[in-house]
C-alpha cells in the first residue's frame, strides 16, 4: 500500500509546505511551521485523508435569527398542515394511494401560490402537459399564472430550474424521475435516491422550494427508500377511501411546524373543498344511534375532532373468531379485548368482533381505548350509548383509565356540535365547559358497571 503524502503547514500564514524548515518562506516567522495529521485515518482511496477542507462558520445557542418568512397559499388547510405556510428553501414530500387527489391538491395550490406572487413551475412526468391543462380548465384555474412542463429527464429539469428561477417547483412525481449518472431504470431505489437528492440540495442552495410528490406501497409508506423521507424537510400523507368524498391530509414529519397536524378536505366535482369544521361532516351521516355506535372526541395535532366509532359483535360460525378493524389499530383493539376479559369478566370467546372508523378517519390516539370499549360492549349488550355523550379515555393493561391531554378542548368541540355530556377518566384537570355534563370514572369495571349495568 503507497504511503500517505506527508504535508506541512504553517500556523501563522497557513502555508503548506512539502517538508520542514525553521523559517515559513510566506511570513518569515520562525518555528511555526508543524507536521499535519490530517482529518482522517486510513488510506485516501476509502478515507478523507489529509486534505481539509474550509472552515465553517460556528455560532452559539444564544444566536437570535428570524423565522422563515412564509407565503400562505390562502387554502388554510394546506397551510395548517404545512406549519402556517410555504417556506423557502425548503422540501416537502407528499404521498398517498394512486387517484386519492396528490395530483388535483398540488395544481390547486399551484395557482394559489402563484397568485400570491410566487413564480411556480409545475413539472409533471406521469402525464402529458395536455392532461394536466385539461384538469386546469376543470377546477377554473387556467387564469393561474403557473408555468407547466411535461418531463423526467433529471438534468433538463434542474437545467430549466436554474435558467427560469422559479420559488417553488412541484415535481409530480419523484419515481418517474430518471438521472443520466444512474444506471438503474427509472423508480428503482437508486434513481429514486438520486433524484431526490439532488432535488432538495438544488432547492436549498437557491432558496427555492420544492414539492416532490411519491408513490406509496400496499402498505401505506411512501415507495422507494425510506432515507428519502430523512432528506426532505417535511413528509404529508393524503388519506382517504375511494367510497368516501372526505380526504385528510396529515403531517408525519415537520420541520416547521407540529407534525400529526391534519388538513380535511372534500372532494366535488370542481376539485377538492376545504372543510372548516371537519367534525360536523365526519358526523354528518350518523343517524339514530344504534347498539355499538359511539361518538369518540379526538385530538389531530392541535385540531379537536369527533368521529363515530362503530362495533359489530356477532357469533362466529367459525372455529376462530375473526377480528376486522378499520382505521385503527388491530393490535391494540386486541389489547381492549383482553382486558375486557381478565379485568371485568366480559368474554368475547366464540364472538366475531368488528370494528370501523366512520368516514374513512384513520386514529392512532390511545385516547380513542375507552370509546372502542363502549362500542364493543355497546354491540355486546345490544344497549344504545345516549345520543348526546362523547368518549374518551386511555385504557390500561390494569383496568384503570389514565386521563388525556387537552380534555378542555375535546369539551368544547363536543359542546359546539351540540352534545350536552362527556365519559371520561378522572385525575388530572377538571375543566367546566357550559352546557357540558363530565362523567368521570376511576377504572374500567365502574365505567361497565354504570354504563351497561353488571358485566
Known amino acids: 500500500m503507497a504511503k500517505a503524502k506527508t504535508s506541512f503547514s504553517c500556523s501563522a500564514c497557513g502555508s503548506v509546505f512539502n517538508k520542514w524548515s525553521g523559517r515559513c518562506d510566506g511570513c518569515g516567522e520562525w518555528n511555526t511551521i508543524s507536521e499535519d495529521t490530517g482529518i482522517s485515518k486510513g488510506p485516501s482511496a476509502a478515507t478523507l485523508g489529509n486534505s481539509k477542507g474550509k472552515s465553517i462558520t460556528l455560532t452559539d445557542l444564544r444566536t437570535e435569527e428570524t423565522p422563515p418568512p412564509r407565503t400562505l397559499s390562502g387554502l388554510d388547510e394546506l397551510d395548517r398542515v404545512l406549519g402556517g405556510g410555504l417556506v423557502p428553501a425548503s422540501a416537502v414530500l407528499v404521498g398517498g394511494d394512486p387517484g386519492i387527489g396528490k395530483s388535483t391538491l398540488l395544481l390547486q395550490a399551484a395557482a394559489q401560490f402563484a397568485r400570491k406572487g410566487l413564480k411556480t413551475i409545475y413539472v409533471s412526468g406521469e402525464e402529458a402537459s395536455a392532461q394536466v391543462r385539461m384538469r386546469a380548465q376543470r377546477l377554473k384555474l387556467t ?20 435558467q427560469e428561477k422559479p420559488q417553488l417547483a412541484i415535481i409530480d412525481s419523484i419515481q418517474t424521475m430518471w438521472s443520466d449518472t444512474v444506471g438503474s431504470a427509472p423508480g428503482s431505489v437508486s434513481q429514486v435516491r438520486a433524484a431526490a437528492h439532488e432535488l432538495t440540495s438544488y432547492a436549498k442552495r437557491k432558496n427555492m422550494a420544492v414539492i416532490l410528490v411519491g408513490h406509496v406501497t400496499k402498505d401505506g409508506q411512501i415507495a422507494g427508500p425510506r432515507v428519502v423521507e430523512h432528506m426532505v424537510d417535511t413528509v404529508l400523507y393524503f388519506e382517504g377511501e375511494r367510497g368516501h368524498q372526505f380526504r385528510v391530509l396529515r403531517a408525519v414529519k415537520n420541520r416547521f411546524g407540529a407534525a400529526d397536524e391534519i388538513g380535511v378536505f372534500e372532494m366535488t366535482g370542481r376539485g377538492l373543498a376545504e372543510v372548516t369544521n371537519p367534525s360536523a361532516l365526519f358526523l354528518s351521516e350518523r343517524g339514530t344511534p344504534a347498539p355499538g355506535s359511539v361518538v369518540f ?69 390511545p385516547a380513542a381505548d375507552l370509546a372502542v370499549a363502549a362500542a364493543l360492549l355497546s354491540a355486546r349488550e345490544d344497549a344504545s350509548i345516549p345520543a348526546e355523550t362523547v368518549v374518551f379515555g386511555e385504557i390500561s393493561l390494569s383496568g ?56
Open 297 to 365: 372526541a379526538g385530538i389531530e395535532g392541535t385540531r379537536p375532532v369527533l368521529v363515530e366509532l362503530q362495533a359489530l359483535v356477532a357469533p362466529s360460525p367459525h372455529a376462530q373468531p375473526r377480528r376486522a378493524v378499520v382505521g385503527w389499530d388491530s393490535s391494540r383493539l386486541a389489547m381492549i379485548l383482553a382486558v375486557l376479559e381478565a379485568r371485568c369478566g366480559i368474554p368475547f370467546t366464540g364472538l366475531d368482533v368488528y370494528l370501523n372508523v366512520a368516514g374513512g378517519m384513520k386514529i392512532s390516539e
Open 400 to 455: 384503570a383509565l389514565r386521563p388525556v391531554s387537552q380534555t378542555e378542548n375535546r369539551l368544547k368541540e363536543a359542546q359546539k356540535l351540540g352534545f350536552t355530556s362527556a365519559i371520561a377518566p378522572k385525575g388530572g384537570k377538571s375543566p367546566r365547559v357550559a352546557g357540558m355534563a363530565l362523567n368521570q370514572m376511576g377504572d374500567l369495571t365502574q365505567f361497565v358497571g354504570d354504563t351497561f349495568g353488571a358485566g
Open 143 to 162: 387564469d393561474a399564472p403557473v408555468q407547466l412542463a411535461a418531463e423526467t429527464n433529471l438534468r433538463d429539469i434542474l437545467t430549466t430550474l436554474d
